[in-house]
């Protein structure tokens, strides 16, 4: 079976998401930042007269926080009925993988990302994918969390 993912960077490191809960890929917009929120909140924004909140995924995996630039991106995801943005640094591209390239994580990673994030490890040709899990990233503890 294949997976069809929606692939985008962090610095150097690329991830990818299921490209079914991906609801839409916006540029930078204006974020309002909202007091007394988590460090990894960014803020909301007004996306059609709709008001949504984004996370900084730098921010939510302990990265070292990035500047903006032309390539920075807000993937907007559907999760449990919630419309969420991810600012990330860049999205790559639409790929599809197939289930022979796909591993599970291995046990210890380096980079001080929580391993329970990562769904699986897909090889490509030349570089590695850190695939996603949602899920756990809104219902981790300390996390958003929709019930």
């Known amino acids: 079976m294949d997976h069809q993912l929606v692939t985008f960077k962090?610095?150097?490191?690329?991830?990818?998401?299921?490209?079914?809960?991906?609801?839409?890929?916006?540029?930078?917009?204006?974020?309002?930042?909202?007091?007394?929120?988590?460090?990894?909140?960014?803020?909301?924004?007004?996306?059609?007269?709709?008001?949504?909140?984004?996370?900084?995924?730098?921010?939510?995996?302990?990265?070292?926080?990035?500047?903006?630039s032309n390539n920075t991106r807000i993937v907007v995801v559907n999760m449990r009925d919630t419309t969420v943005g991810l600012l990330v640094d860049s999205v790559s591209e639409v790929l599809r993988l197939s289930e022979d390239v796909i591993e599970p994580p291995p046990?210890?990673?380096?980079?001080?990302m929580d391993t329970e994030y990562i769904k699986a490890v897909g090889r490509l040709e030349d570089r590695l994918l850190i695939l996603l899990d949602l899920e756990k990233i809104f219902t981790h503890e300390g996390a958003l969390t929709f019930a």
């Open 10 to 68: 962090l610095g150097d490191e690329e991830f990818g998401m299921d490209i079914l809960r991906v609801q839409e890929i916006i540029r930078m917009v204006e974020i309002t930042l909202v007091p007394k929120m988590p460090h990894y909140m960014e803020g909301v924004i007004n996306l059609r007269g709709k008001v949504i909140p984004v996370v900084n995924l730098r921010a939510r995996f302990n990265k070292p926080p990035g500047e903006h």
């Open 107 to 112: 046990p210890i990673m380096d980079g001080g």
